[in-house]
């Protein structure tokens, strides 16, 4: 996260605005709310010198190497989303917070490296929602939309690339930034990219 307090102060204004709007806002869903708080503030404070940080000069170098190394030059990480069942949901918010496995959860959107750095974690939307619907509340791309991003420069069959991307699965949006699994290859190109991707994949997963 580029700026975990701004992201506290974000999550804390949706949690209050969802439990207004379901209507429970008894005792129950205020301490619910207040350890949420707690609990971001606790992974931002003990890790963010190493892990809740946007990746510097020194960090995106080493990304590009071992993701050059692995056969995807430019490459960053790997990117997806989880889902953490709550076993505590109020019981008023089980309708937004029941994903697909008809169980309430909280989603845990990741970025990670092949050494199992974590340096992007938005937590904390309801499970009713999809990896798009948290992509577009995630500040993973702020860095790069907000112009202060590192200097990326690496070349793919003699083209030169300023802009790294993640691998991801399929349901993501087509972007730039974005290179999604090919879902039933075909060729023996599609299916050698599949089967690498799928290998490198597992950093997050």
């Keep these: 996260m580029a700026d975990g307090s701004n992201w506290i102060d974000a999550k804390d ?3 209050e605005k969802e439990g207004s709007a379901t209507g429970d806002g008894g005792c129950g869903a205020l301490y619910t709310l207040f350890l949420a708080r707690v609990f971001r503030l606790r992974c931002i404070c003990k890790n963010a010198r190493q892990y809740q940080r946007t ?3 020194d960090d995106i170098a080493r990304l590009l190497r071992k993701g050059e190394e692995r056969g995807f030059p430019g490459m ?7 889902h953490w069942v709550w076993k505590n949901c109020p019981t008023g918010w089980h309708g937004t917070h029941r994903g697909g496995n008809h169980k309430p959860t909280l989603i845990l959107e990741a970025v990670a490296s092949k050494d199992l750095w974590v340096w992007h ?4 939307m309801a499970g009713s929602n999809n ?3 948290v992509l577009d509340h995630s500040l993973v791309f702020n860095s790069l939309i907000n112009g202060t991003m590192p200097l990326i420069n690496y070349e793919v069959n003699g083209h030169r690339r300023a802009i790294g991307y993640y691998l991801s699965d399929s349901i993501y949006p087509m972007w730039t930034t974005l290179i999604q699994i090919i ?6 190109k599609e299916k050698l990219f599949a089967n690498k ?5 597992k950093d997050v997963e």
């Design 121 to 124: 974690a938005f937590f904390g």
């Design 183 to 188: 879902p039933h290859p075909t060729t023996g």
């Design 131 to 133: 990896d798009v619907n």
């Design 13 to 15: 204004e949706e949690d």
């Design 55 to 57: 990746p510097n000069e």
């Design 197 to 201: 991707q799928e290998v490198v994949r």
């Design 76 to 82: 960053l990480g790997s990117i997806d989303c989880m």
